[in-house]
């Protein structure tokens, strides 16, 4: 079982930025493929980013090309959202996942979830 724990969500003014963060408990994190989700109530939840377990290919959302940037620390165990540029339609529960090598896009490939983090935007 790997536990992911999310930090960093807030409140903030649109324009702004905010990092998030995800810390996991295996050593074994260097071999997953992670990724962030958001959802916000009502709607089902939607992809925002994922990274290749070396960090050599990210994949985005359109909705936040050129805003948001994910990257990893694999020693230190934790992925990063950097979130740029941020528009009240940002505003959501944001979650981290860990999903196999060849995990992408699809809620179905990620096998561990963190508990998610709250980012709201206000206009």
């Known amino acids: 079982q790997v536990q992911l724990v999310e930090s960093g969500g807030g409140l903030v003014q649109a324009g702004g930025s905010l990092r998030l963060s995800c810390a996991a408990s295996?050593?074994?994190?260097?071999?997953?493929?992670m990724g962030w989700f958001r959802q916000v109530p009502g709607k089902e939840r939607e992809f925002v980013a994922a990274?290749?377990?070396?960090?050599?290919?990210?994949f985005y959302t359109d909705s936040v090309k050129g805003r948001f940037t994910i990257s990893r620390d694999n020693a230190k165990n934790t992925v990063y959202l950097q979130m740029n540029s941020l528009k009240p339609e940002d505003t959501a529960v944001y979650y981290c996942?860990?999903?196999?090598?060849?995990?992408?896009?699809?809620?179905?490939?990620?096998?561990?979830w963190g508990q998610g983090t709250q980012v709201t935007v206000s206009s």
């Open positions: 996942a860990a999903g196999g090598p060849v995990a992408g896009t699809e809620e179905v490939a990620y096998a561990h």
């Open positions: 295996r050593r074994t994190f260097s071999t997953f493929t």
């Open positions: 990274i290749s377990w070396s960090g050599g290919s990210t």
